[in-house]
């Protein structure tokens, strides 16, 4: 493999809870994006089956057109990487798994005669285990057995990926999804001993979404995945002080009005009285323990709940700052200060616009949130930043991982590095 | 007519990473458990029943085909009934999904396709297995324990060995961050942001080499 040629066929797969990152180098700044999902299409006709052209699994942008019944969503439109993991025997995502990363690689192949496939560099969450690692070289071998699209292959763990992307060698990446939320310190490697993963995200935002949408009497809206999704990143807004903020909105809502308007509609959403609950989606991202939060959950709120996949336990109620502290206490104590001095914001959670100058004071943006919340534990001499475009750095850091480690070096199963080769 | 062994069967399941497993060494007592084929994934048992054209003549041939794959999923994870394709036209998918049994089709040439999925079951249900006597399950207890404490000194090795690591790792970051590599010569003006002045190209190109 010469330079040229790691250069050009470099290939960075983000499979993130939502979305499907993909691309190769040439996509320049950003990736292409699918939803990381697939949809089974209902097979009860077998003539159709045995006979006929269906699909298996569809993915990407055809997805909605294949989409039946509301019942059938639930049963057969898989998002395999929920929350960041995938069980061993879920053949179902395997199979999604498999055809986006083939939907992926099909995207950019290229007729160039010199192509004898990409050098693929896949990055799962943090807290994926080693069956995964298999299950993902497995699939690209499946792949390959059809038409070569594949030269070389690795994993590597998404924040060490942000680290890359940001140009951070020692940092700490929070890493905010959909799905869930890895805390991980890295020092020119993952320190896996100290990930601490959180079972919450910004699905959560929008569970709490919903239910202020329903108490404003938007109920049917409130049952529409998508319009709650929107509606969140639209309203929601981070507070300061959580119950400064809130008793300040009480008493004059006008200050805080936002309406939104649902594109291709003409329904307005309008908070009027209401425009304090803009701050309970903000704090619910970052800390979900205020008491007001507790009648929500008892009117059906889902929360947050511990799990425990593999040997790891993610706690559902961890605030983020908690969380940090976490896992830089399980990191040497030489290398504790660089850890603080370098935090990496990244992901779709943490991606709120910054408020607007009016409010300042009462509504923040995600790296001061984070910082307050570090501070309220003591902790003070830190540095936070948002990685710029949260959403794509995962990919960017695959890419350069793909461009720069050399292409002998064999996948080693006791460093997690390394290439796979299917020459 | 096609003779079972020219089926590409083995082709098939080994594309899909998995192997054929002897029977006869399975250890199998009942007759009606015994698939024409198996094969493991290492995680996953599974039993294959072939039907040749020959037999599908009469109807309830199928009907007891479903049933005895059923059987299987007393000692598989899955079970796959394979017949020719001619007759995948003729059944009843119902039949499969609400079993959970798999089916595949052979062409005139061997072909296999798979036209359902089988329900993997993470439990081999043995309901007619025969009790494990008391001393066998205090032998396994006790193995357990064992296993769970060996799990416990291997976790804090690998803390230990983890924490040993960034402390080199920690000496590293202190010492001047090398200049200039070639790698990092070699990135054009046009290359994206994120990769030019990256120090990681100079610290990821060194892997694999110390
Ligand atoms: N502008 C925004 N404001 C608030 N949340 C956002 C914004 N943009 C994206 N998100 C949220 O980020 C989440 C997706 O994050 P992403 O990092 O893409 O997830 P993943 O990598 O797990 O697929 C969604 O919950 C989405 O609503």
Same mark, same amino acid.
């Given at each position: 493999?010469?330079?040229?040629?790691?250069?050009?066929?470099?290939?960075?797969?983000?499979?993130?809870?939502?979305?499907?990152?993909?691309?190769?180098?040439?996509?320049?700044?950003?990736?292409?994006?699918?939803?990381?999902?697939?949809?089974?299409?209902?097979?009860?006709?077998?003539?159709?089956?045995?006979?006929?052209?269906?699909?298996?699994?569809?993915?990407?942008?055809?997805?909605?057109?294949?989409?039946?019944?509301?019942?059938?969503?639930?049963?057969?439109?898989?998002?395999?990487?929920?929350?960041?993991?995938?069980?061993?025997?879920?053949?179902?995502?395997?199979?999604?798994?498999?055809?986006?990363?083939?939907?992926?690689? #099909? +995207? $950019?192949?290229?007729?160039?005669?010199?192509?004898? /496939?990409?050098?693929? %560099?896949?990055?799962?969450? &943090?807290? !994926?285990?080693?069956?995964?690692?298999?299950?993902?070289?497995?699939?690209?071998?499946?792949?390959?057995?059809?038409?070569?699209?594949?030269?070389?292959?690795?994993?590597?763990?998404?924040?060490?990926?942000?680290?890359?992307?940001?140009?951070?060698?020692?940092?700490?990446?929070?890493?905010?999804?959909?799905?869930?939320?890895?805390?991980?310190?890295?020092?020119?490697?993952?320190?896996?001993?100290?990930?601490?993963?959180?079972?919450?995200?910004?699905?959560?935002?929008?569970?709490?979404?919903?239910?202020?949408?329903?108490?404003?009497?938007?109920?049917?809206?409130?049952?529409? #995945? +998508? $319009?709650?999704?929107?509606?969140?990143?639209?309203? /929601?807004?981070?507070? %300061?002080?959580?119950?400064? &903020?809130? !008793?300040?909105?009480?008493?004059?809502?006008?200050?805080?009005?936002?309406?939104?308007?649902?594109?291709?509609?003409?329904?307005?959403?309008?908070?009027?009285?209401?425009?304090?609950?803009?701050?309970?989606?903000?704090?619910?991202?970052?800390?979900?323990?205020?008491?007001?939060?507790?009648?929500?959950?008892?009117?059906?709120?889902?929360?947050?709940?511990?799990?425990?996949?593999?040997?790891?336990?993610?706690?559902?109620?961890?605030?983020?700052?908690?969380?940090?502290?976490?896992?830089?206490?399980?990191?040497?104590?030489?290398?504790?200060?660089?850890?603080?001095?370098?935090?990496?914001?990244?992901?779709?959670?943490?991606?709120?616009?910054?408020?607007?100058?009016?409010?300042?004071?009462?509504?923040?943006? !995600?790296?001061?949130?984070?910082?307050?919340?570090?501070?309220?534990?003591?902790?003070?001499?830190?540095?936070?930043?948002?990685?710029?475009?949260?959403?794509?750095?995962?990919?960017?850091?695959?890419?350069?991982?793909?461009?720069?480690?050399?292409?002998?070096?064999?996948?080693?199963?006791?460093?997690?590095?390394?290439?796979?080769?299917?020459? | 007519?096609?003779?079972?062994?020219?089926?590409?069967?083995?082709?098939?399941?080994?594309?899909?990473?998995?192997?054929?497993?002897?029977?006869?060494?399975?250890?199998?007592?009942?007759?009606?458990?015994?698939?024409?084929?198996?094969?493991?994934?290492?995680?996953?048992?599974?039993?294959?029943?072939?039907?040749?054209?020959?037999?599908?003549?009469?109807?309830?041939?199928?009907?007891?085909?479903?049933?005895?794959?059923?059987?299987?999923?007393?000692?598989?994870?899955?079970?796959?009934?394979?017949?020719?394709?001619?007759?995948?036209?003729?059944?009843?998918?119902?039949?499969?999904?609400?079993?959970?049994?798999?089916?595949?089709?052979?062409?005139?040439?061997?072909?296999?396709?798979?036209?359902?999925?089988?329900?993997?079951?993470?439990?081999?249900?043995?309901?007619?297995?025969?009790?494990?006597?008391?001393?066998?399950?205090?032998?396994?207890?006790?193995?357990?324990?064992?296993?769970?404490?060996?799990?416990?000194?291997?976790?804090?090795?690998?803390?230990?060995?983890?924490?040993?690591?960034?402390?080199?790792?920690?000496?590293?970051?202190?010492?001047?961050?090398?200049?200039?590599?070639?790698?990092?010569?070699?990135?054009?003006?046009?290359?994206?942001?994120?990769?030019?002045?990256?120090?990681?190209?100079?610290?990821?190109?060194?892997?694999?080499?110390?």
């Amino acid at each position: 493999m010469s330079l040229d040629y790691k250069q050009k066929y470099s290939f960075g797969a983000d499979y993130g809870t939502s979305y499907f990152k993909f691309g190769s180098i040439l996509c320049g700044e950003e990736p292409k994006m699918i939803e990381n999902r697939g949809y089974f299409p209902r097979n009860d006709n077998i003539m159709h089956n045995a006979f006929g052209e269906t699909k298996d699994i569809v993915v990407g942008d055809e997805v909605p057109l294949y989409l039946q019944a509301k019942e059938d969503l639930t049963e057969n439109l898989i998002y395999p990487m929920k929350n960041g993991i995938i069980e061993k025997n879920n053949s179902r995502a395997w199979d999604v798994v498999k055809t986006i990363s083939l939907y992926g690689l #099909e +995207a $950019f192949e290229p007729t160039d005669n010199d192509f004898e /496939g990409f050098n693929i %560099v896949a990055s799962l969450s &943090s807290i !994926a285990p080693r069956y995964m690692y298999e299950k993902i070289f497995q699939i690209y071998k499946e792949i390959n057995k059809k038409r070569k699209l594949i030269k070389a292959a690795t994993v590597i763990s998404q924040p060490l990926s942000v680290a890359i992307a940001h140009k951070v060698t020692t940092c700490t990446v929070i890493e905010s999804g959909h799905g869930n939320t890895q805390v991980c310190p890295i020092s020119h490697y993952p320190i896996r001993n100290a990930i601490v993963p959180i079972n919450r995200g910004g699905g959560d935002a929008n569970s709490i979404t919903a239910e202020i949408l329903k108490d404003l009497g938007y109920s049917d809206l409130a049952r529409e #995945e +998508a $319009f709650v999704l929107r509606a969140k990143e639209k309203l /929601g807004l981070i507070p %300061v002080d959580f119950e400064k &903020s809130v !008793a300040k909105a009480k008493k004059h809502p006008k200050k805080f009005k936002n309406k939104f308007k649902i594109p291709g509609t003409r329904i307005v959403v309008e908070l009027e009285e209401n425009t304090w609950t803009r701050f309970l989606i903000g704090e619910y991202v970052f800390d979900p323990n205020h008491e007001l939060f507790t009648s929500y959950f008892k009117r059906g709120l889902p929360k947050p709940k511990d799990i425990r996949i593999g040997d790891l336990l993610f706690k559902g109620m961890l605030d983020f700052g908690e969380a940090i502290i976490e896992a830089v206490e399980r990191c040497p104590v030489e290398l504790q200060p660089h850890l603080y001095r370098n935090i990496l914001l990244s992901g779709g959670n943490f991606c709120w616009e910054q408020p607007s100058i009016q409010l300042k004071g009462l509504a923040t943006s !995600a790296n001061s949130k984070i910082k307050l919340l570090l501070r309220k534990k003591g902790i003070t001499n830190v540095n936070i930043s948002m990685t710029n475009e949260p959403q794509y750095s995962v990919w960017r850091g695959t890419i350069i991982y793909g461009y720069a480690v050399p292409e002998n070096y064999n996948w080693s199963w006791d460093q997690l590095e390394g290439w796979i080769s299917f020459d | 007519m096609i003779e079972s062994n020219d089926l590409r069967v083995d082709e098939y399941f080994q594309s899909r990473g998995m192997q054929p497993l002897d029977i006869s060494s399975l250890g199998l007592e009942k007759d009606n458990l015994k698939p024409d084929i198996a094969f493991t994934d290492s995680n996953n048992r599974i039993f294959v029943k072939i039907i040749d054209s020959g037999a599908l003549n009469e109807r309830n041939v199928l009907l007891d085909a479903v049933m005895k794959s059923v059987d299987f999923l007393k000692e598989a994870n899955a079970a796959y009934l394979l017949l020719p394709k001619l007759y995948a036209s003729i059944i009843d998918g119902k039949l499969f999904y609400n079993h959970g049994v798999g089916l595949l089709t052979y062409d005139k040439r061997g072909a296999i396709q798979e036209i359902i999925k089988p329900k993997i079951f993470s439990q081999i249900n043995k309901e007619n297995l025969v009790k494990i006597p008391e001393e066998t399950l205090v032998e396994i207890n006790n193995l357990n324990k064992r296993i769970r404490s060996l799990e416990q000194d291997f976790s804090k090795l690998k803390e230990e060995l983890d924490e040993l690591r960034v402390k080199k790792i920690n000496i590293e970051t202190n010492e001047d961050e090398p200049k200039l590599y070639s790698l990092n010569a070699e990135i054009h003006d046009d290359a994206p942001e994120f990769m030019k002045d990256n120090p990681w190209i100079g610290i990821l190109s060194k892997r694999g080499k110390d």
